[in-house]
C-alpha cells in the first residue's frame, strides 16, 4: 500500500524523537482559531444531510450504485 506524503515518519534515532515530542509540547498550540473550528464543525455536521435533501431519488440510486459497485471491485480485487 502505497504511503501518503503527508504522514511524518517515525525517525530511527531516538534522540530526533524526543526532540519533535518537546517541540509539540511546548509550542503555541494558539496558531488555530476556535470560532473558525468551531464553524468549520458545524457546517461539516449538516453538509451531508444538506447535500442529501437537493438530491433526487435517481441521484441518490445513481451514487449508491457506484458505491456497492466499488465496494465489490474491492473483494474482488483482493482475492
Do not use: F, G, S
Given at each position: 500500500m502505497q504511503e501518503r506524503s503527508s504522514?511524518?515518519?517515525?525517525?530511527?534515532?531516538?534522540?530526533?524523537?524526543a526532540a519533535?515530542?518537546?517541540e509539540g509540547v511546548t509550542t503555541n498550540p494558539g496558531d488555530k482559531n476556535l470560532a473558525a473550528v468551531v464553524l468549520g464543525r458545524l457546517g461539516g455536521k449538516k453538509g451531508g444531510k444538506?447535500?442529501?435533501?437537493?438530491?433526487?431519488?435517481q441521484q441518490r440510486s445513481d451514487i449508491a450504485r457506484r458505491a456497492?459497485?466499488?465496494?465489490?471491485q474491492k473483494v474482488a480485487n483482493s482475492q
Open positions: 504522514k511524518e515518519r517515525t525517525p530511527e534515532d531516538i534522540n530526533i524523537l519533535r515530542i518537546v444538506a447535500r442529501a435533501k437537493k438530491l433526487t431519488p456497492a459497485q466499488a465496494r465489490w
